[in-house]
């Protein structure tokens, strides 16, 4: 039996997915041992089987996010947080830093779309067409949301990381990660 | 030149180790050290602005904006919460007109919260600038924010006096000693003055330490390191100075009993300094004195005096031809990481209260870079004692490896709190006996960065070899709230963490937000083994005591009420988080947008207004 992988990105900017192709022609080896379920990578948008890995990039920032997510630990055996995004928020965990202002996401918004510098919007508009999903209060992390099983850090982490990691994973292994791959210096 | 800033930096002679005695002075006279007078100071004392504003961002006593020309500090120990003194808050704020941590238009008032101010035996209690009122009520509260309307002065604001020396004309305070229970040791009447140190100038200085030595005298700050063998250590450097600090920065919450002995037995403890400054052949000496007894410095600096003009202190002490040893006050300016011995040694420099990278030790590289004891006050004064009383004596007291009697500080739920000087090897259920606590349910040994025991551990015995403390023990009873406790602890530590390293400045922060997740009935079992994990890690990588033993109530309460955190944690199985809550997650959007959650409302399509 192929074990069956999924992967999303979530608040990310698909830098890990990227990454996942820098395993270059080994993937053709992936594909002898697992099959992709629902992924940007095949375009699949929903969920056709349960599978053995999920692995989620990005962080939470709207409630299509959580939603994702929640699906994916309904429907993964084991959860991957791939990358600094997911496991701490990274970037887009920026607009915490106004929490504490008196109204913040209004503050963040107008930032982003009125006020900043490098802004043009003549009608000052934000954007609120009802097919956008709501953002939420601020941003979270994945294990904020659901339970993750693991954590690969990195921004991103190296396409042969995640080649050990899926590796150990399809093979029930501890992931044999060198100093050289898992040092962000 | 603002006169102010001129005469302070006169008066100490622009010394630039003096920093803090300026900067303090500056504070009293201006109210506030303001960027302009930072810019001053800093050309004066040829140093750089940012080095005093360090300062003043450091010690919670400076404060760049106006502070009211009555500053009112209310303590906000746990005991005092307990003890209501959110309701007298209220009534100051309501009477005069301000919020908490505001100062009043008129500049005249300022209202605020401190951490322990080292009267939790008479809690609800404040310091009024440098005056104390004790046992406070909303009525009392009501009364003093009156008088203090009609005539802001605090003179008038002693309504009764203290006992002891507290009623001196000196301290004038209407503090209370509470003393309980009298030891052998420190607190019995009759104590022979000087005997000590004439015993000690007619033997030689290795004698000296040999005694301490023998009599097993362990540091009474909490530590509990060799006080003979620190001296030794100190003695044995070559060096051209060395210094003798008294450690007078009783910080830890929940602990009073060296404001005890620096009103009572303050003879004492200068004795002690002065036969440690014998015994390792220092000239000069430091009593560091917590900010919040300033109300005790004009005695202490009596007290001094006497003893120089006695031929105690100065040239040639009591006749020893040659001995020479002198002692200044130094005021701390409300730190509570200074009462660690580097970050003190740091603070007396004229720096900020950080604590030094060890090795080398302050015995071998301390003060200015001398070698240098710090003792606690309690230390001295049990050292002076030993010399008088001789090694057999002292060690024949107490246990095998906690020789000696302790000062207890028991404050909290009982009837008498107050000082206990007890044997080490005591327990801790006599301890609550003796102080009259009916209902005891959990026992907090040793201050914030002690041991949090309950019921079935109240047989264990206080001293190093079982429960070390360095005096304090706080009593709760069964009506308090473990978790509310303990967040409380951590509160105070986030407070006080100097923040220079990360472990401890933000693994502190970490701590408390599981710590309230328990709390708040969300968490699961695997969020105790963060807790114990994330605790370990903190104590194994932070740079001073703070994060070594800041962690110690999360694990100790862990270890002693496994029960009240299992009926607060359960076990989720659809793997999500019960402490996110989507729908809060979404109540700002929604209002920003006008709409509801196409996932997460059930109906969709209406507006929300």
């Known amino acids: 039996m192929k074990k069956k992988i999924a992967t999303v990105s979530l608040a990310g900017c698909f830098g890990c997915h990227m990454s996942l192709l820098d395993i270059d022609e080994r993937i053709l080896d992936l594909l002898k041992v697992a099959e992709f379920d629902k992924t940007p990578l095949n375009d699949l948008k929903k969920f056709t089987t349960r599978c053995d890995i999920g692995l989620v990039e990005g962080g939470c920032c709207n409630e299509e996010n959580v939603h994702t997510l929640q699906e994916f630990r309904k429907n993964c055996d084991v959860l991957v947080a791939v990358g600094a995004c997911a496991i701490m928020g990274g970037l887009p965990v920026m607009r915490n830093a106004i929490m504490n202002a008196v109204d913040p996401l209004r503050e963040c918004l107008e930032e982003a779309y009125m006020n900043s510098s490098s802004v043009y919007n003549s009608t000052n508009d934000i954007p609120n067409d009802p097919a956008l999903p709501l953002i939420l209060d601020k941003v979270y992390n994945c294990s904020e949301v659901v339970k993750i099983d693991y954590q690969i850090p990195g921004c991103p982490p190296s396409g042969d990381t995640l080649w050990q990691t899926l590796n150990a994973l399809i093979r029930g292994v501890p992931a044999d990660l060198p100093y050289e791959l898992i040092r962000y210096d | ?609």
């Open chain 2, 1 to 609: 030149m603002n006169p102010v800033v001129y005469k302070a930096c006169r008066d100490f002679d622009y010394d630039g180790t003096r920093v803090l005695d300026i900067l303090r002075e500056v504070q009293s006279g201006l109210g506030c050290i303001s960027g302009e007078t930072m810019e001053m100071l800093a050309k004066e004392l040829s140093t750089h602005r940012v080095e005093i504003e360090g300062l003043v961002s450091f010690y919670s006593f400076f404060s760049e904006k106006p502070k009211g020309k009555i500053a009112i500090r209310l303590c906000d120990d746990i005991i005092d919460r307990f003890a209501g003194v959110s309701k007298v808050a209220k009534v100051f704020s309501d009477e005069l007109g301000i919020e908490m941590g505001k100062t009043s238009p008129d500049g005249i008032f300022s209202l605020e919260y401190t951490p322990c101010i080292g009267m939790s035996d008479q809690a609800p209690s404040a310091l009024i600038n440098q005056t104390v009122v004790t046992k406070l009520t909303p009525q009392s509260a009501r009364t003093i924010a009156r008088k203090l309307k009609k005539n802001p002065e605090t003179s008038e604001l002693l309504t009764r006096k203290g006992d002891g020396n507290n009623a001196c004309l000196q301290i004038n305070a209407m503090v209370k000693n509470n003393i309980r229970v009298r030891g052998e040791v420190l607190l019995c009447e009759g104590i022979p003055a000087e005997a000590g140190l004439k015993k000690a100038l007619k033997r030689k200085e290795d004698a000296v330490i040999q005694e301490i030595r023998a009599s097993g005298l362990r540091g009474r700050g909490g530590a509990g390191f060799s006080t003979g063998l620190k001296w030794d250590l100190a003695r044995r450097e070559t060096a051209r100075e060395r210094y003798v600090i008294c450690n007078a920065d009783e910080g830890e919450p929940g602990t009073f009993k060296d404001r005890v002995l620096l009103t009572e037995r303050t003879d004492l403890m200068f004795e002690g300094m002065t036969i440690a400054a014998r015994a390792i052949g220092s000239r000069k000496g430091i009593l560091y004195v917590r900010a919040e007894y300033t109300y005790l410095l004009p005695y202490l600096e009596h007290v001094l005096k006497k003893r120089r003009k006695r031929g105690l202190l100065g040239r040639n002490i009591a006749g020893k031809k040659g001995f020479a040893f002198d002692i200044r006050i130094q005021l701390g300016a409300g730190a509570y990481i200074c009462g660690e011995e580097s970050s003190l040694i740091s603070s007396c420099e004229g720096l900020r209260g950080e604590p030094k990278n060890r090795p080398p030790f302050p015995a071998e590289k301390g003060f200015l870079g001398y070698p240098t004891i710090v003792n606690n006050v309690e230390t001295f004064c049990c050292a002076a004692r030993i010399l008088d009383g001789g090694a057999p004596w002292f060690a024949g007291i107490g246990t095998d490896e906690s020789a000696g009697t302790k000062l207890l500080s028991v404050a909290g739920d009982c009837a008498r709190p107050g000082i206990y000087e007890v044997p080490f090897g005591i327990e801790v259920s006599e301890v609550l006996d003796m102080a009259g606590a009916d209902d005891p349910a959990i026992v907090q040994i040793g201050g914030a960065s002690g041991d949090m025991i309950g019921r079935t551990a109240f047989h264990k015995k206080i001293c190093y070899e079982d429960l070390p403390t360095g005096g304090s023990f706080m009593t709760f009873n069964s009506t308090r709230n473990v978790l509310g406790i303990v967040d409380y602890f951590l509160e105070f530590f986030i407070h006080e963490s100097c923040g220079y390293c990360t472990p401890c400045r933000v693994g502190n922060v970490f701590l408390r937000e599981r710590i309230q997740k328990i709390k708040s009935g969300l968490a699961e079992e695997a969020d105790l083994h963060y807790l114990i994990e994330l605790s370990n890690t903190i104590m194994m990588t932070s740079r001073c005591g703070l994060g070594h033993t800041s962690p110690r109530p999360v694990l100790s309460s862990i270890a002693h009420f496994p029960i009240v955190y299992a009926s607060l944690t359960r076990e989720l199985t659809d793997g999500r988080q019960a402490s996110f809550d989507i729908q809060k997650a979404l109540e700002e959007s929604r209002r920003i947008a006008k709409r509801q959650s196409m996932i997460y409302d059930p109906i969709y399509g209406e507006s929300t207004d």
